[in-house]
C-alpha cells in the first residue's frame, strides 16, 4: 500500500524579493512499512519535503498524496485531521511540553482525537513499555536526558498508531551511542508494528540504518536506492 506519493513537487520561497527553489520537480513513493531516510546537506529541502508529506506546509505546484488522499486539494481543517490521525512527527528539539509529565506528554495527541480515558491510559502505559520508559511517566521532560526525552518524543508519535512517521533530523542533539539506540528502538517498533519511518538527515548512522536511502541536493533527488 502506498503511504506516501509525492509527484513533481515544487516548492519555492519568498526572501528579501529573491526566490528560493527549496524543491524542484520531486517524485519520491512510500510503500506501508517502509524505513527510509532522505540525506542531503543543509539546504537541500530535505526536511521542506517532510514538511510538506506531514501537511506542516504548502506546496508551491505538484501533488502529494497521504493515505491516497490529495493534501493539494484539502482544507485547514481537513488538514489538521489528517495529520492528528495519520501522522506521526519526531523532531531533533523533541517539542516535549515541559510542564507536563512524561505520560501527559504521550496522551496528548489522544486526547485531542477524543479517545477514552481508559484507553488512553492503556495506550501510554504501552507505548511507555515498548521505548523503555516504564517507571518514568511522572518524570518532567527537565528531569530526563536527552536521549530519554526523544524516547518520548517517539512514544508520543507512535501512541496514535499513526501510518506514517517522520522524523526531522532526530539524532541531531544526540551523542552517537544514544542515537545509536534510538535507530535500533525504532527500527525494531517499525518491524513490529509496520509503521512507515520517513527521516531526513545528514548523520552518516541514520543513513546506514535505512534499509533505503534517497539522496537529495539543490532540490532534486540524486539518487534512490533500497539497501539489501
Given at each position: ?21 527549496a ?5 519520491l ?8 531516510a532522505?540525506a ?11 514538511h510538506?508529506a ?5 506546496l ?5 498524496l497521504v ?6 486539494k ?6 489538521a ?14 517539542n516535549l ?6 505520560e501527559?506528554n504521550?496522551?496528548?495527541?489522544l ?10 491510559r492503556?495506550r ?7 521505548v523503555?520508559?516504564?517507571g ?13 526525552q526523544?524516547r518520548?518524543?517517539?512514544?508520543r508519535a507512535?501512541v496514535k ?6 522524523a ?9 551511542k ?12 517499525n518491524?513490529s508494528?509496520?509503521t ?9 548512522m541514520?543513513m ?21
Open positions: 500500500m502506498t503511504v506516501v506519493k509525492a509527484e513533481n513537487v515544487i516548492k519555492d520561497y519568498g526572501l528579501n524579493d529573491q526566490v528560493i527553489h524543491l524542484r520537480g520531486v517524485n513513493e512510500f510503500q506501508a512499512g517502509e524505513f527510509a532522505i542531503g546537506p543543509s539546504g537541500s529541502g530535505k526536511s521542506t519535503f517532510l510538506l506531514g501537511c506542516i506546509d504548502n508551491t505546484a505538484g501533488s502529494i493515505g491516497g488522499k490529495d493534501t493539494g484539502m482544507n485547514r481543517t481537513q488538514l485531521i489528517l495529520r492528528r490521525q495519520s501522522i506521526g512527527f519526531i523532531f531533533q528539539a523533541y511540553i515541559p510542564v507536563l509529565s512524561v501527559e504521550i496522551s496528548f495527541p486526547t485531542l482525537l477524543g479517545i477514552d480515558k481508559k484507553e488512553i492503556e501510554t502505559n504501552q507505548v511507555l513499555k515498548e523503555g520508559l516504564d518514568m511517566a511522572k518524570r518532567r521532560p527537565k528531569e530526563m536526558s536527552g536521549g530519554q526523544q518520548v518524543a517517539i512514544a507512535l498508531k499513526p501510518a506514517l512517521i517522520l526531522d533530523e532526530p539524532t541531531a542533539n544526540l551523542d552517537s544514544i542515537g545509536r539506540e534510538i535507530l535500533e528502538l525504532m527500527l525494531a517498533l518491524k508494528a509496520g512507515t519511518f520517513i527521516f531526513s538527515t545528514h548523520d552518516t541514520v546506514d540504518f535505512a534499509r533505503r536511502l534517497i539522496r537529495i541536493r539543490d532540490g532534486q533527488i540524486e539518487s534512490d536506492e533500497i539497501k539489501g
